[in-house]
DNA sequence: CATAGTTCCGTAAACGTTTACGGACGCCGA
DNA sequence: TCGGCGTCCGTAAACGTTTACGGAACTATG
């Protein structure tokens, strides 16, 4: 005898009273409702999640997908911890648990998803990492499965979204590099079709229009979102026969590299070139100090939460209007990288 | 009508067959299980997780327990995607998902494996930041679900575990630094109750001893697992009225804001003192290129998972010894932060 | 033709919960 | 005394699978 049943003839009560004990319903005797309770602790009995999902067809678990495999690694980093950390803080006012879903890069998203959470694995997926087109996105709307994404995609299901504001930190970067007289100008996109790539280096090449300037596209650079990417945008750059005199990295932490390539060159940011980036906890340590964009990762995580939860009906009341369809907006943090000033001829 | 059930109807078969035809069985017509194939692919069907499982008390799931929040943030960087990279390729092989179960820093890490764990929600467990003692151990071990830890903890229940050889890194730290002259030698050790710190400074101390030297108390840093860590004890080491000529780090990301302390005070790792580390993507990029400890972490993710599954019966077969309770060594990869030598008065 | 064996499929029980329903019992007011 | 009401509890169905069991149809063998 297992389970609820154990527990039942442990005590000689029914197990419908059992349950209702446990689960805090009103018509259970308190006197019987501390004996349960006592029993469960003294037999060490936790209901199987199993049996309880298959009959409330509900898991209290909520996943964030993220991919692993070498290339994508950078990205990981000490990001997703922070984020996480937000969405914990709301998730646990409702007993809500948070799991990453780990997708293996050998193996295609979308079939990772339909084959995990299809299957009912979690009440709503957070979706990060978004692709210009997104089949993930498709799937768990197909299957009404709540979801929200970090990030935009043109794959539109009418999901709720939330994103960094890539355009808001293209166009102060732009502004701010051609106010200091910066007329060649560089930016780093993602090595594939993330699609924040799309959207930075669409705005960069508007605001510099704005400007009367045209982004070359031999200065367009992608990158792994890693160190190692950044070592290879630095060596890039430095091999060009025109050099900019200034660049945009979109990533967090290719600018520990690219400082790297530069220092092997005797090129110094702020000096020879200006260099602008993200905020990391690595960037902070940055010599000479990075000029960067940042922002509160965990209220971001926060409202991730917040948003999903609000287009979930057991929730909608708490979270009436969420946050959804909201650009983040990260704050300049302003270092000496970015100091370069050049004088018109 | 849903599920299986649907799928029977739309078919006209029994809900058997098509059980059988889904999973592979022999006693199945081969014409059949087609048509019930080509019918799930078509109506969407995927089957419910929690009806299997339920029926079968397993889920195809291995958790890998890791702990959010912001002071141990610096710790997850890269390490453990790599690590879960090699979980996945073994994983991969036996339709095993592999998922991180997220430990709020606001919960007890045994409180909450108990509440996701033992209520059958995976069929084994990865822990990694073992600590000391270790409640965790003991409430899979009385649960008799399967795991394996990544570090050794006191708290023995004849558990599998793997480990990253501190020792062996302590001794040849120890043993290289004194041959260059180094007396006065500082380590650095996590400022939590995990296991490995009082592995590594032990040995160390040891190693010390064997040379006729002592380890100093002042001399023994604590450290959170970052940046920010890294920062702090080269700071207070700066401080110091007698400074050591070398130091050994322990965690990966602290040395880069180690590095920035020296900096800031013009001392040079490897000219003004020796520094020895962990190797991580960007420890490659520091300037003087440190000298520190590396081993490939997805080697160590496949014995983990491959020792994991060899205390599962059902995948015994498999992995008949599997690989556990080894110490994973690590291999110097030299540098010039370590080039100081001290000349004997 | 009888028998045995093979191939395929349907039936139904079981997994561990939750919960709708109804019943037993005691209490109160009419 | 009776009906009504409130409190508490037991019964049983349901959730979606898997699988042991048995049987029907067919084939092979003598």
Redesign the pocket.
Known sequence: M????RLAQHL?????????A??G?P??????RRRVLAAAKELG????Q???S????TTNIIGFMMQTGTEITGQGDTFFMSVFDGVQAVFGRHKLDLVALLCSSEEDPADYLSRVVARGFADGVILSATQRHDARVELLSERNIPFVTLGRTLTDAGQPWLDLDFEGMAQASIDRLVARGHRRIAVTRPHDDVNLGYVFVERCREALASHGLALEEELIFRSTPNEAGGYQVGRELLSLDERPTAIVLINETIAIGFYRALSEAGVKPGRDIAVIGRYSPHAQFLSPSLTCFRLSLRDLGVALAETLLSTMPVFREHYPHGTANKLWPMELVEGASDALHIHQP
Chains 1, 2 share one sequence.
């Open positions: 297992k389970g609820i049943r000689d009560i029914s197990i419908g009273t059992v349950s209702r446990l689960n319903r018509d259970v005797n308190e006197e019987t009995y936790v209901p199987n199993s049996g309880r298959l009959r409330q067809g």
